[in-house]
């Protein structure tokens, strides 16, 4: 589409910040999608971090990583699960990339020797990358978040220059959505309005106007609620939607649907208003909340303090469920509790149908990760590694298998005597911790007759990496003799990807990420039969 056509829709957020900015722009563009529209979405962060790469997942939740190797905010995983696209860089835009953009060309002299200020240089810098975005896509709708929250500072640089995007490309092409949250009053039993009036009065503070209200709750939501809502912002009530918290994150789509909201982006964009074909996604949502059988996963965490640490691999783990009828229930374990002699190994693991170890850095809890690998192997319960956990595979079977008693990762320890796990040449030499390692998409070849060819059903795979570490092929001989499968190599043999083991009924790891290419609706193959393997060994079938 022509960029004089292109349609913008702006997801901003008020009252507080966590309200499911992500889920609702992730949902508009589901059920745009739905109506045949060609949708892009990305996200404009105030953290003046170039990019999420060195956030603290504990703090920020996950790094989720692309096909082109930007590394960024978790939300991007939800705009890629509810529209089932693959998003890119142009779907990220941190402050820090941008001042770095305007600096550049400062030093270029592209200015003329201009004084450099927020307006007009750092918000053309943002428009820029935000039209570049839905060029490079060639997007009918271009569907952008703004993180924070409505009243930040650090942020303002981006409601200005989304608010002039409405001059440049025209009132019939962008939109405005506004989530705000209400909060519930124990004392009087009531949802209370005002944050929410209060926050839509900071936004048309701004010059910004809101086409439509999403209202966030934990409750009902009275009509005299939405009505006052709709008179402090100047709209409809038809354009106040209610979002109350749902059973699954999956069904805002629908609702959203339910509400009209399609019909009135339509409208307001003056799009052709197609029929919206959801009926896939309403058989996932009705499958979602069905009654099920439970299987229990034991995830091997180091990062505790909050879920969305490992938001994809919950997701994925999920989705794998819904594809065989059965619910994941997901027991977290403290990898550090499994180091201490006062938890006792069996204790912690009591009731884990199988184990899954995820991604993460650092040597804390690593000690505890390997003895739940060994725990995996040694009882026959299905394991699925997933970068990190690859690497805590190949150094427990190092040990307790091959009989290397040190063996390890130079991450961990770099006087190893059996270094399984090493950091490749070429790495050695960088010292900034900001996009160096292996990150994006990179091919694999399946070797036949293993589980790994079994899942995807064919030779030759693309996944999704975010590592310095790798397999160190001076051991590859001992491991293979000893019964570890390397069924998953790159095209030049150089990198092994995939590890497994003979007689085991499903204990599979990978180098890469495979859970950043999951869909509600598509379960990727490795967690697919990893669950499948689940279901079989716990006999639920």
């Not at 709709?230 to 959203?256: K, Q, R």
């Not at 180091?302 to 065989?324: I, N, P, R």
């Not at 030499?429 to 390692?437: E, F, R, S, Y």
């Not at 570890?484 to 030049?492: E, F, R």
Request: glycine share 8%; hydrophobic share 35%; net charge negative.
């Amino acid at each position: 589409m022509v960029e004089q056509n292109r349609k913008y829709i702006f997801v901003t957020g008020g009252v507080l910040s966590g309200l499911g900015k992500g889920i609702t722009a992730a949902s508009i563009g589901n059920i745009l999608k739905a109506r045949g529209y060609k949708v892009f979405l990305q996200k404009l962060d105030p953290y003046l971090n170039y990019d999420a790469g060195t956030l603290n997942p504990g703090e920020h939740g996950e790094v989720f990583v692309t096909d082109d190797g930007a590394e960024t905010d978790l939300d991007l995983g939800h705009y890629e699960r509810f529209t089932d696209e693959n998003f890119s860089q142009a779907s990220s835009i941190m402050t820090g990339r941008v001042y770095s953009e305007v600096i550049a060309k400062e030093r270029r002299g592209d200015f003329l020797g201009k004084t450099v200020q927020i307006i007009p240089h750092v918000t053309n810098q943002v428009k820029e990358m935000l039209r570049a975005g839905g060029d490079q896509a060639d997007a009918d709708v271009v569907i952008t978040e703004v993180g924070g929250t409505v009243g930040d500072y650090e942020a303002m640089h981006f409601l200005e220059a989304i608010r002039q995007i409405k001059t440049d490309m025209g009132y019939n092409n962008v939109m405005y959505v506004h989530v705000v949250f209400l909060p519930w009053l124990d004392v009087t039993k009531e949802l209370k309005t005002r944050p929410a009036q209060y926050s839509v009065r900071d936004l048309q503070g701004t010059g910004i106007q809101p086409d439509a209200i999403m209202c966030r709750s934990d409750h009902p939501i009275p009509r005299g609620g939405i009505e006052k809502i709709a008179l402090a912002a100047n709209l409809s009530p038809s354009a106040v939607v209610p979002l109350e918290t749902s059973e699954t994150v999956y069904d805002v789509p629908l609702t959203l649907e339910n509400y009209g909201f399609g019909d009135l982006a339509t409208e307001r964009l003056k799009l052709t208003n197609k029929k919206a074909d959801l009926s896939d996604w309403r058989s996932l949502v009705m499958k979602i909340l069905s009654d099920k059988p439970k299987v229990t996963i034991g995830l091997i965490a180091k990062y505790t303090t909050m879920e969305d640490t490992y938001l994809s691999v919950f997701e994925a783990l999920k989705a794998a469920g819904w594809y065989h009828n059965v619910d994941v229930n997901i027991k977290w374990i403290d990898a550090e509790n499994l180091e201490s002699k006062e938890s006792p190994l069996n204790e912690l693991m009591a009731g884990c149908d199988g184990i899954v170890i995820p991604g993460g850095f650092g040597a804390r809890g690593i000690e505890g990760k390997i003895k739940a690998a060994q725990y995996a192997r040694e009882q026959q319960l299905p394991y699925l590694g997933l970068c990190l956990g690859m690497q805590i595979a190949t150094i427990e079977f190092a040990r307790n298998v091959l009989g290397w008693g040190d063996a390890n990762s130079t991450e961990f320890s770099e006087n190893s005597k059996h270094p399984v796990i090493h950091i490749m040449e070429y790495q050695k030499k960088i010292t900034q911790k900001g996009g160096t390692m292996r990150l994006g998409a990179y091919p694999c070849l399946l070797m036949r007759g293993t589980k790994a060819y079994e899942a995807y059903k064919k030779p030759d795979i693309s996944e999704r990496h975010r590592h310095r570490f790798e397999f160190n092929n001076d051991y590859r001989k001992d491991f293979e003799k000893q019964g570890m499968i390397l069924s998953g190599i790159s095209p030049d043999r150089e990198l092994v990807e995939i590890v497994e083991l003979k007689n085991h009924p499903w204990f599979v790891a990978s180098q890469f990420h495979p859970e950043f290419k999951s869909r509600p609706d598509r379960p990727h193959p490795l967690f697919r039969d990893f669950i499948e393997a689940v279901i079989k060994n716990s006999s639920l079938i």
